[in-house]
Protein backbone atom coordinates (compact mmCIF):
# COMPACT_ATOMS: atom_id res chain seq x y z
CA UNK A 1 0.00 0.00 0.00
CA UNK A 2 1.38 3.55 -0.79
CA UNK A 3 1.16 6.59 0.94
CA UNK A 4 -1.72 7.92 -1.16
CA UNK A 5 -3.60 4.92 0.08
CA UNK A 6 -2.66 5.23 3.61
CA UNK A 7 -3.96 8.73 3.53
CA UNK A 8 -7.55 8.21 2.00
CA UNK A 9 -7.93 4.92 4.09
CA UNK A 10 -6.87 7.40 7.57
CA UNK A 11 -9.26 10.08 6.02
CA UNK A 12 -12.10 8.15 5.33
CA UNK A 13 -11.66 6.26 8.41
CA UNK A 14 -12.45 10.17 10.35
CA UNK A 15 -15.11 10.25 7.34
CA UNK A 16 -13.31 13.68 6.41
CA UNK A 17 -13.63 15.36 3.21
CA UNK A 18 -10.26 16.45 1.29
CA UNK A 19 -11.37 19.57 1.92
CA UNK A 20 -11.87 19.08 5.65
CA UNK A 21 -7.93 17.45 6.04
CA UNK A 22 -6.84 20.20 3.47
CA UNK A 23 -7.83 22.98 6.17
CA UNK A 24 -6.50 21.26 9.15
CA UNK A 25 -3.09 20.41 7.40
CA UNK A 26 -3.01 23.90 5.71
CA UNK A 27 -2.39 22.37 2.55
CA UNK A 28 -4.97 22.56 -0.70
CA UNK A 29 -8.22 20.26 -1.30
CA UNK A 30 -6.42 19.67 -4.70
CA UNK A 31 -3.32 18.65 -3.00
CA UNK A 32 -4.68 16.28 -1.41
CA UNK A 33 -6.15 14.45 -4.31
CA UNK A 34 -2.82 14.42 -5.60
CA UNK A 35 -1.60 12.72 -2.84
CA UNK A 36 -3.98 10.49 -2.77
CA UNK A 37 -3.85 9.92 -6.32
CA UNK A 38 0.03 9.24 -6.37
CA UNK A 39 0.73 12.14 -8.63
CA UNK A 40 3.25 13.30 -6.05
CA UNK A 41 4.05 13.07 -2.37
CA UNK A 42 3.43 14.77 1.09
CA UNK A 43 6.71 16.38 2.13
CA UNK A 44 7.96 15.91 5.63
CA UNK A 45 6.07 18.78 7.63
CA UNK A 46 3.20 17.28 5.79
CA UNK A 47 3.53 13.97 6.92
CA UNK A 48 4.14 14.86 10.51
CA UNK A 49 1.19 16.91 10.62
CA UNK A 50 -1.07 13.51 8.97
CA UNK A 51 0.48 11.13 11.22
CA UNK A 52 -0.35 13.64 14.62
CA UNK A 53 -4.08 14.64 13.11
CA UNK A 54 -4.24 10.23 12.54
CA UNK A 55 -3.08 9.36 15.67
CA UNK A 56 -0.83 7.14 14.21
CA UNK A 57 3.23 6.63 13.41
CA UNK A 58 5.13 8.13 10.33
CA UNK A 59 6.22 4.18 9.95
CA UNK A 60 2.88 2.95 9.77
CA UNK A 61 1.39 6.12 7.38
CA UNK A 62 4.53 5.36 5.01
CA UNK A 63 4.66 1.81 5.28
CA UNK A 64 1.24 0.88 5.26
CA UNK A 65 -0.21 -2.49 6.35
CA UNK A 66 2.54 -4.71 6.91
CA UNK A 67 0.28 -7.72 7.20
CA UNK A 68 -1.00 -6.64 3.17
CA UNK A 69 2.66 -6.34 2.14
CA UNK A 70 3.57 -9.54 3.74
CA UNK A 71 0.97 -11.31 2.14
CA UNK A 72 1.73 -9.68 -1.38
CA UNK A 73 5.62 -10.65 -1.16
CA UNK A 74 4.13 -14.20 0.07
CA UNK A 75 2.06 -14.11 -3.19
CA UNK A 76 4.89 -13.38 -5.39
CA UNK A 77 7.27 -15.59 -4.06
CA UNK A 78 4.71 -18.77 -4.79
CA UNK A 79 4.52 -17.54 -8.27
CA UNK A 80 7.34 -17.29 -8.90
CA UNK A 81 8.41 -20.73 -7.60
CA UNK A 82 5.75 -21.95 -9.42
CA UNK A 83 7.31 -20.33 -12.87
CA UNK A 84 10.42 -21.85 -11.96
CA UNK A 85 8.82 -25.18 -11.23
CA UNK A 86 7.71 -25.28 -14.66
CA UNK A 87 10.61 -23.89 -16.52
CA UNK A 88 12.40 -26.34 -14.61
CA UNK A 89 10.55 -29.28 -15.18
CA UNK A 90 10.68 -28.89 -19.66
CA UNK A 91 14.50 -28.01 -19.01
CA UNK A 92 14.20 -32.03 -18.09
CA UNK A 93 12.12 -32.95 -20.30
CA UNK A 94 14.27 -30.95 -22.77
CA UNK A 95 17.50 -32.61 -21.76
CA UNK A 96 16.25 -36.13 -21.97
CA UNK A 97 14.83 -35.74 -24.71
CA UNK A 98 17.44 -34.21 -27.24
CA UNK A 99 20.59 -35.90 -25.84
CA UNK A 100 20.66 -38.23 -28.59
CA UNK A 101 19.56 -36.33 -31.58
CA UNK A 102 22.19 -34.01 -30.53
CA UNK A 103 24.82 -35.79 -30.29
CA UNK A 104 23.78 -37.82 -33.50
CA UNK A 105 23.08 -35.15 -35.77
CA UNK A 106 25.07 -32.05 -34.42
CA UNK A 107 27.75 -34.25 -33.18
CA UNK A 108 30.22 -31.39 -30.91
CA UNK A 109 27.79 -28.93 -31.46
CA UNK A 110 25.32 -31.05 -30.23
CA UNK A 111 26.99 -32.08 -27.06
CA UNK A 112 27.61 -27.83 -26.67
CA UNK A 113 24.29 -27.37 -26.98
CA UNK A 114 22.65 -29.99 -24.64
CA UNK A 115 25.47 -29.02 -21.95
CA UNK A 116 24.27 -25.87 -22.27
CA UNK A 117 20.94 -26.59 -21.77
CA UNK A 118 21.84 -28.81 -19.02
CA UNK A 119 23.76 -25.63 -17.09
CA UNK A 120 20.38 -23.92 -17.09
CA UNK A 121 18.73 -26.77 -15.87
CA UNK A 122 20.75 -26.99 -13.22
CA UNK A 123 20.76 -23.23 -12.35
CA UNK A 124 17.29 -23.77 -11.96
CA UNK A 125 17.28 -26.37 -10.07
CA UNK A 126 19.34 -24.60 -7.20
CA UNK A 127 17.29 -21.81 -7.63
CA UNK A 128 14.36 -23.80 -6.69
CA UNK A 129 16.26 -25.22 -4.03
CA UNK A 130 16.89 -21.63 -2.31
CA UNK A 131 13.49 -20.52 -2.76
CA UNK A 132 12.29 -23.97 -1.39
CA UNK A 133 14.58 -23.33 1.86
CA UNK A 134 13.37 -19.70 2.06
CA UNK A 135 10.02 -20.76 2.05
CA UNK A 136 10.58 -23.35 4.44
CA UNK A 137 12.55 -21.00 7.00
CA UNK A 138 9.84 -18.58 6.83
CA UNK A 139 6.93 -21.04 8.11
CA UNK A 140 9.48 -22.31 10.56
CA UNK A 141 9.79 -18.77 12.05
CA UNK A 142 5.89 -17.94 11.73
CA UNK A 143 5.32 -21.06 14.24
Do not use: C, H
Not at 33 to 39: D, I, Q, R
Not at 45 to 73: A, C, R, W, Y
Not at 77 to 97: Q, S
Amino acid sequence: MDVGKQIKKFRQDLKLSQEELASKIFVTRQTISNWENGKNYPDVNSLVMLSQLFNTSLDILVKGDVIEMEKQVEQDNVRRFKRDTVIFTVLIILTVVSAVPLFLYLELSGIVLWLLIAGVMIYYAMRLNKQKRTMIFRLIEKS
